[in-house]
């Protein structure tokens, strides 16, 4: 009895339900638990974490005095540090406490970061008067504020140091953002306008048009330019002269006393001191800056706010271009092609394309669409740019191209499946009412099968987010001086080269001078990236789900 039951409870398939729910549970578990420690180990690098002073003797060696923060620690064997040389008693226990202190004062001991032995660091402390300098170059700075300086001349010390040394760093956040404006768009702007002169000069030279008038004309422009950029010229050398007017002393914790310039301070704190409230407050800032500002020191300091636009508007272009073509090639395919053999070889050609590797489309990219397509329009539109290429390189327009044709399948075929569910009666209802084949399909069977197409956009928008192999290719570097879209005429340019969240990750975490520094910014960004990628997804999968209720009706 017992046997027939467990044969009928097997055959009613509840076995295999319960095994794909297991399943599932797992991957979700699974995915929850990566994005946890990728949040974890990447939103702790914003916190400001207590300093410590402490005494560090190690066996035979000279006593020192280190401070930093404690990144990492672990337990290694005794005899691995025996064999790298430190001076460890093996007889000891199995195992030593390693810690990894970020040290700063890179001018001082040539290195953000150093490992020492735990038991070697002695009289801990964490003095509240310890000032922490986030830098706009070579990492932090940890030391006692002595003075601060104005043209050499002292202004404060002591106590009253710190005070001061807040105000001067709000005015030079101040000057900063002016010369930042000044120098990317003011000047920007005249680069551009001088740059377009030049080039209208040499088509003018290429097709015989410049004749004397015409050459008045021009110098009476570039004599504009050059005046307006004399004045900017002016204003930026005394913005300079204010920006790098301040100087501090600082005194290390072991007794090393550097005057630093107050221009290269981004901000400094006490995290010693700091309340809860004011951890909280400056985590959030910290956040946010890495969200919104430019990054600096090698892409492992500042924010990404570039790489982050780039990502966002490269997938926004690929979707454009995607979607119509995915939709015109589906429809053909579906309701205008001869249901034959080359129709099935087109379908399997297309699901083949699907699974190549995506480093293939970057190849294709570089050579059909930088090298054949953009030589041939710097050739035709913009021969007074030679040799120097417009878009006969990898810029913005070229990446959002490979994409699309990467992507191009997964829109063709979740559009084709949408059709295919579109009951025929509906189409020969709508015809049998007086309706042509082309008003058929505009106004009955594209609207229900819209939810479809928005299907195929989230796969095409996952994947087209997160790739990076092709786009080293055709468009995406390491530093992008200037956003593709400003002011300038056209606004938006698509020659440009641009930032990637996913190359950001790629070069900070294997080209990065600093591994120590850039590790805790590679979980940070392939976070954002996750975000990035489901912020766009939810979008689409708003429009397609308002897209469904709307033309549920049609169903029945």
């Given amino acids: 009895m017992k046997k027939d039951s467990l044969k009928t409870w097997i055959k009613s398939g509840t076995p295999w339900v319960w095994m794909n729910a297991g399943a599932v549970s797992i991957a979700v578990i699974m995915t929850l638990g990566l994005l946890a420690v990728i949040a974890v180990r990447g939103l702790e690098h914003f916190w400001p974490a207590d300093v410590i002073v402490a005494d560090y003797q190690m066996p035979g060696g000279e006593p020192k005095i280190m401070a930093g923060e404690v990144v990492q620690a672990e337990q290694v064997p005794r005899a691995r540090l025996a064999a790298s040389g430190l001076p460890v008693n093996v007889e000891g226990g199995e195992f030593m406490t390693r810690e990894l202190l970020k040290v700063g004062n890179r001018e001082v001991y040539g290195a953000d970061f150093s490992w020492v032995v735990g038991e070697w660091l002695s009289d801990q402390r964490k003095p509240t008067d310890l000032v922490v300098l986030e830098r706009r170059e070579w990492g932090n700075f940890y030391g006692e504020l002595l003075a601060v300086k104005e043209e050499g001349t002292l202004v404060a010390e ?6 001061e040394l807040q105000q001067r760093i709000e005015r030079i956040d101040e000057l900063h953002q002016q010369i930042a404006r000044l ?40 004599a ?9 010229e002016n204003e930026l050398v005394g913005l300079y002269r204010a920006f790098n007017r301040d100087s501090i002393t600082m005194r290390t914790m072991d007794g090393q006393e550097k005057e630093l310039s107050l221009g290269k301070v981004v901000r400094a704190y006490r995290p010693n001191a700091m309340s809860l409230p004011d951890k909280l407050g400056f985590y959030f800032a910290k956040i946010w800056e890495f969200v919104s500002d430019e990054p600096r020191e090698a892409n492992t300091e500042g924010g990404i706010f570039p790489a982050i636009f780039g990502t966002v508007l490269m997938t926004i272009i690929m979707a454009v271009i995607v979607t ?11 309701e205008y092609a001869k249901q034959g053999v080359l ?18 489309y970057g190849v294709f990219g570089l050579g059909f669409f930088v090298y054949v397509l953009g030589g041939s329009l710097d050739r035709i539109f913009y021969p007074e740019a030679a040799p120097a290429p417009v878009f006969g390189t990898p810029g913005l327009m070229w990446a959002s191209l490979t994409l699309a044709i ?39 069977v594209l609207p229900m099968a819209s939810p479809a197409m928005m299907t195929g956009l989230i796969l095409a928008v996952a994947r087209a987010a997160g790739e990076v192999a092709p786009l080293m290719l055709v468009g995406v570097v ?17 020659d440009q080269k641009i930032m990637h969240l996913g190359f950001h990750i790629y070069d900070v975490g294997f080209q990065s001078p600093n591994v120590e520094a850039a590790r805790p910014l590679v979980y940070a960004t392939a976070l954002l990236l996750v975000l990035v990628i489901a912020i766009l997804n939810l979008t689409a999968v708003v429009i397609r789900n308002h897209l469904r209720e709307k033309y549920k009706a049609l169903d029945h």
Avoid: C, M
Avoid at 478 to 494: T, V
């Fill in 158 to 163: 002591g106590e009253a140091a710190w005070g």
């Fill in 183 to 222: 120098e990317a768009v003011d000047i920007g702007r005249i680069n551009y306008g001088l740059e377009r002169l030049r080039l209208k000069t040499r088509k003018l030279e290429l097709d015989g048009q410049l004749d004397a008038a015409a050459q008045a004309e021009l110098d009476a422009e570039r």
């Fill in 224 to 232: 504009q330019w050059d005046a307006e950029y004399k004045a900017l």
């Fill in 324 to 334: 119509p073509f995915g939709v015109i090639a589906a429809v053909y395919l579906r």
């Fill in 343 to 360: 129709t099935r070889i087109i379908r399997i050609a297309v699901n083949n394309l699907a699974g190549v590797p995506s480093i293939v």
């Fill in 406 to 444: 990467l992507t191009l399948p997964v829109v063709i075929v979740a559009t084709e499946e949408g059709l295919a569910r579109i009951p025929r009666i509906l189409r020969e209802g709508s015809l049998a009412l007086g309706a042509t084949k082309s008003e058929t399909l505009w106004k009955v």
């Fill in 478 to 494: 390491k530093l992008a001086p200037s956003l593709p879209l400003n002011g300038n005429y056209p606004y938006l340019h698509l």
